[in-house]
């Protein structure tokens, strides 16, 4: 027999499925999902044939210029996606985070934000003719994409509407999806895209160095070297690998016969076998073969002409990055190697041996051997923003201090009077110089573009000029300087299709820098008497940041495992000298109009006031049926979302025949000003049964509940303070020969603080070091409830990494919980513990908490007095990074878990009863379902060591990570 919440449960599981499914697979991290568009200005819609444009007053001149370029990239790839939209795709412009990047889904209707940053550093987006244009192509390739669907699944869709079951193309691996949009990025006469990138191809020669990845592991996610780029890495190449040996039209019909099957396990294979006249398996080992050949020959040039590299200062491997000199005669750079959290490193280059100095997330940083240290990196904004700030860092003490309040200065510089820094300031307004004071404020503002991209400057020796790293619209990336007395540019190098990182030597006679001339990146040098530029590395990984110290050359070098603080002797001799700069001055910016094709559906319809209500219609829906003894329930699901993101609502309803009875619920969420307001309704159906099983009577309950959310965030913890207020009533109709219950009222008012620190590290399956706390008040009584009381709740969890490295990881906490009155008692008792809570997250109505070792239902584990303790230690098993191609089914890491437990419940006065305890183990896993799709698999024993305690085995599977 189904119970009240059971019954509700079935369709919120629907719900909940299908909106994780889509909108939670990425996990953001908490700073991330405090961005929000902003919310005080009155947003613009522009609508062309085939988009509808969002965009705040500030980006009007702009968001035309996207309009017309969308429609360019529409009339582009329709026709190798052989795929045409049935309604517009909305295009969301945002200037709310500085870190490039642009999202695309297509559930519960084709949508893409595009956030405004530039790339501004290296690491594969740094080769763009027009970052927009390369930015839709690729978006907008994911939105045809997935939405096509042919045959069965586009029938089924003309009923269910975009139920994301009948979107076929999102059921494979993600380096597919992300290949097939590269592919359409990629522009090889602009020289533009990953498809043509120098770091992309660094990072593919150096796995032909390792050893390629076989297919059953790049199917699904990797935690090793390179971590989450390895799909797009793979899926570039693969991409380009068929442009070359299959050829596009060969391309275009394996994504149209993948379109036409839902749930065909075997779909990667035969779609392979049609199209490329070979399985995945077998193009596969082609595949590799031919980047063996390609990349092989590549290393054995560069071998051909003498290997010049520096020794390892480091071991850290993977995103190791940044480098500068400190006073005590240490090196700076950063330790970021997935298993916690960025660390700020002093490196002693004799031995290697480091301290480490601060928490940090970025590696631009400068030093100044009496200011110390000052480092760009992100931090909210305002509660909805992710900007640049500068921070200053003492080295001894690593004590961190804001310099900047939302100033999106994404580099400083330190001058060498140490009295003032140079800025670079970047938003979607475009790229600026400032001259600020030691303590962050603006002295000045030097320079300004609206196109041209400022990166990575440093001050010469002399203070005289500004040395920086600037893309141009046509010439890409070189090497300039800038004299702020005269406002006079220089191009000092142009070599390769980026030159970057540039700095002085320590007497200005000097400068090093990184380029990829011939797709390599190298460390150069330029003589600036005479203008001569010699290589000084030959390397077949990477050499980046060159800082030289004396005679001792020390850059950031990349090998099979990542990246690491390189040292080398500079030779004396030339090395490979490049042609003289011609030092040519450059004009002022000028506005560059790029040649506009003709299409025939850029026209602008028309620009009015942002509407949500177009865009929250639902687009989808689902059935649900219950048929019992009772009660015969028929119903649907469904659910909507505004293209801003500021409403999103779930709605189920169905009708019980036998009762003549409407049901269901609906949840909301309010999310543009703070509060955010979350609100959940049902209307909920049931029968109870006497002794023998016969229906006597059909319950109903009504609920609701409302949640006000004021949060407080900031990139490393996030605190909400919560006010809520819950109803539920529940009344019950006789049947013939039963009997009815009295009606009964539960109510409650609640104020709760919840704070949050620990975080997941990509390396790891477990938190790191961090705490979680949860304080609530809840007051039944003040509500007017049949159940009068109060209340009180202290959960405080602490996370701790006790070995970096080895990743031990250590969870401890205590929980208190405290009844006066009446209202509903506390309980221990099984694995996971249960909430009457109907809104995901909310700390209210919390009242049952697990106990692992005793089953839940023991009468000495109820009461109105509850207090917990618990220790675990969490430990990595091993990865296996496998998956089948057929079935669709694969596994990732295994860690394991040692764990002790006591808890006790009473209930009247403070000394606390009998203590039950419990030990035990278990073994988590990831899995992969269809490439992608997470779920977390733990095994579990737990031995309970007291009277009522058992030897319990249990397993629990859950979405995600």
């Known amino acids: 027999m189904k119970t009240l919440v059971e019954c509700g449960a079935l369709r919120r599981l629907l719900l909940s499925f299908f909106v994780f499914l889509l909108l939670g697979l990425a996990t953001p991290h908490r700073s991330d999902a405090a961005i929000t568009h902003n919310p005080g200005v009155t947003w613009q819609t522009l609508t062309t044939e085939n988009f509808l444009v969002h965009f705040a007053p500030s980006m009007a001149t702009l968001a035309r210029q996207v309009a017309w370029q969308a429609e360019v990239v529409h009339q582009q790839q329709t026709a190798f996606f052989r795929w045409q939209p049935r309604q517009r795709t909305h295009l969301v412009l945002t200037d709310t985070s500085d870190q490039p990047n642009g999202l695309a889904t297509f559930f519960p209707y084709n949508h893409i934000t595009l956030y405004l940053a530039t790339p501004d550093s290296i690491g594969g987006l740094e080769d763009f003719e027009d970052w927009y244009s390369m930015l ?33 193309n999102m059921l494979q691996p993600l380096w597919v999806l992300e290949g097939a949009a590269i592919y359409q990025e990629t522009d090889h006469e602009q020289q533009s895209g990953r ?23 790049v199917n699904q996610p990797v935690s090793d070297w390179p971590l989450g780029v390895t799909p797009y890495l793979y899926g570039t190449h693969f991409f380009e690998f068929l442009r070359q040996t299959r050829g596009p039209e060969a391309m275009s019909d394996y994504i ?15 779609a392979s076998q049609r199209a490329f006249n070979a399985r995945m398996t077998d193009l596969w080992l082609e595949f590799e073969h031919w980047l063996q050949e390609r990349y092989t020959a590549q290393g054995d040039q560069i071998r051909r002409t003498g290997l010049r590299q520096g020794q390892s200062v480091t071991d850290f491997g993977y995103f190791t990055a940044g480098v500068a000199p400190l006073a005590s005669g240490e090196i700076l750079t950063t330790r970021r190697d997935g298993l916690g959290p960025g660390k700020l490193v002093a490196v002693t280059p004799s031995g290697g041996d480091y301290r480490e100095i601060a928490t940090v997330r970025s590696s631009r940083f400068d030093v100044h051997p009496q200011q110390g240290i000052v480092v760009a990196q992100t931090e909210v904004c305002q509660g909805r923003s992710l900007y640049f700030d500068l921070f200053h860092i003492d080295p001894q003490s690593g004590k961190s201090q804001r310099l900047t309040n939302c100033g999106r200065y994404r580099y400083g510089a330190w001058h060498p009077s140490g009295n003032e820094l ?3 300031q970047q938003s979607g307004q475009g790229s600026s110089l400032y001259r600020l004071n030691a303590q962050g404020e603006v002295l000045g503002k030097l320079w300004r573009s609206e196109e041209d991209v400022l990166a990575y400057p440093r001050w010469s020796p002399d203070g005289q000029w500004i040395v920086v790293s600037r893309w141009q619209k046509l010439q890409g990336w070189s090497v300039q300087r800038y004299r702020p007395d005269d406002g ?15 700095r002085f030597s320590s007497d200005g006679n000097s400068l090093f820098y990184s380029a990829d001339v011939g797709g390599v990146y190298n460390v150069y040098q330029l003589d600036l008497r005479s203008r001569e530029t010699r290589q000084i590395t030959n390397v077949t990984g990477g050499a980046f940041e060159p800082l030289l110290v004396e005679d001792t050359l020390y850059y950031i070098g990349y090998h099979p495992d990542g990246a690491d603080l390189k040292a080398m002797v500079l030779p004396e001799d030339a090395g490979v000298v490049l042609p003289a700069g011609d030092g040519r001055e450059l004009p002022n910016p000028t506005e560059y109009e790029p040649e506009r094709p003709e299409i025939e559906n850029a026209r602008v319809d028309s620009v009015t006031p942002y509407q949500p209500w177009g865009s929250l219609l639902p687009r989808w829906w689902f059935p649900y049926v219950l048929f019992e003894e009772g009660q015969s329930q028929l119903g649907a699901v469904t659910s909507g979302v505004d293209a801003l993101r500021r409403h999103h609502y779930e709605v189920s309803a169905y009708y019980d025949s036998e009762n003549e009875w409407w049901g269901g619920d609906v949840s909301y969420r309010y999310h543009r000003w703070n509060p955010r307001l979350d609100i959940y309704g ?14 006597v009577a059909h319950r109903r309950q009504h609920t609701l509940q409302l949640d006000a959310v004021f949060p407080v965030v900031r990139y490393d913890w996030r605190t909400e303070f919560y006010l809520g207020y819950s109803y539920q009533l529940r009344n019950e109709v006789a049947r013939p020969g039963g009997a009815a219950l009295p009606d009964r009222q539960e109510n409650s008012l609640g104020a709760a603080l919840v704070y949050r620190s620990a975080s997941y590290s990509a390396r790891s399956m477990h938190p790191g070091q961090g705490r979680s706390l949860r304080l609530v008040l809840e007051d039944s009584e003040a509500a007017g409830s049949d159940a009068p009381g109060q209340t009180y709740t202290l959960d405080w969890q602490e996370y701790a990494s006790l070995h970096r490295q080895r990743d031990l990881r250590l969870q401890f906490g205590i929980l208190g919980a405290w009844i006066e009155g009446d209202a509903q008692p506390l309980r221990l008792g099984g694995t996971s ?14 009242r049952h908490y697990p106990l692992r070792g005793y089953p839940t239902g023991l009468e000495f584990l109820e009461g109105r007095r509850l207090t917990k303790a618990a220790v675990q230690l969490n430990f990595p098993l091993g990865s ?13 890491r295994f860690s394991g878990s040692i764990f002790m437990e006591g808890a006790s419940t009473w209930n009247d006065g403070s000394e606390i009863g009998d203590v039950y305890r419990s030990l035990g183990v278990e073994v988590h896993a990831e899995s992969y379902w269809y490439y992608q799709l997470p779920a977390r698999v733990t095994l579990g024993l737990a031995k309970g060591l007291d009277d009522g305690g058992d030897d319990m085995g249990y397993v629990q599977v859950g979405l995600g990570f």
């Open 136 to 168: 839709l192509r690729h978006e907008y390739a994911h939105i045809l994409h997935l939405d096509k669907a042919r045959g069965f699944p586009k029938s089924l869709r003309n009923a269910f509407g975009r139920h994301f079951l009948l979107f076929p």
């Open 488 to 502: 006079d540019w220089e191009i000092l190098s142009d070599q390769g299709k980026v030159a970057t990182q540039p």
């Open 422 to 424: 140079v800025a670079v």
């Open 195 to 217: 498809g043509q990138n120098s770091y992309y191809d660094m990072l593919v020669r150096l796995e032909v160095q390792r050893g390629l990845r076989p297919l059953d592991q």
């Open 682 to 695: 049902s209307r909920e159906g049931d029968v109870r049964r006497n002794s023998e099983s016969e229906v």
């Open 833 to 846: 513990g249960s909430t009457s809570s109907l809104l995901p997250g909310s700390p209210f109505l919390r």
């Open 880 to 892: 296996l990074q496998r998956s089948l191609v057929v079935p669709p089914v694969g596994l990732g």
């Open 256 to 270: 149209h016969d993948y379109s036409g099957q839902i749930f065909d396990i075997f779909r990667l294979q035969s």
